[in-house]
């Protein structure tokens, strides 16, 4: 599966944004999703992540009751609306994906790039 990841820009403390993550080649459905943040001199984290069918999510601590994932897999698409931003959320997000099956994360989108002011 190919992944890319859209939606990035420059936002003031407390605005919102959504990203998307658009697939193509391999069944989308077959694929747990996830959104991944990097910011400088820090390490990767997942932000959230959602099951291949949407019933099951996970979020980062800090970005739970702010941050929502979601996917419709009729259109190969993944989001994740982001909400009340915060500074600290400024990063590279970069959407990724799990086949059914498989341990690791092994599909990647290139990142875009969030930047809260405040």
């Known amino acids: 599966v190919q992944l890319q990841a859209s939606g990035g820009g420059l936002v003031q403390a407390g605005g919102s944004l959504r990203l998307s993550c658009a697939a193509s080649?391999?069944?989308?459905?077959?694929?747990?999703l996830g959104w991944v943040r990097q910011a400088p001199g820090k390490e990767r984290e997942f932000v959230a992540t959602i099951s291949y069918s949407g019933s099951t999510t996970y979020y980062l601590d800090s970005v739970k009751g702010r941050f929502t994932i979601s996917r419709d897999n009729a259109k190969k698409t993944a989001y994740l609306q982001m909400n009340s931003l915060e500074p600290e959320d400024t990063a590279v997000y970069y959407c990724?994906?799990?086949?059914?099956?498989?341990?690791?994360?092994?599909?990647w989108g290139q990142g875009t790039l969030v930047t809260v002011s405040s």
């Open positions: 080649g391999r069944t989308f459905s077959s694929y747990t």
């Open positions: 990724a994906a799990q086949l059914i099956g498989r341990r690791d994360f092994g599909y």
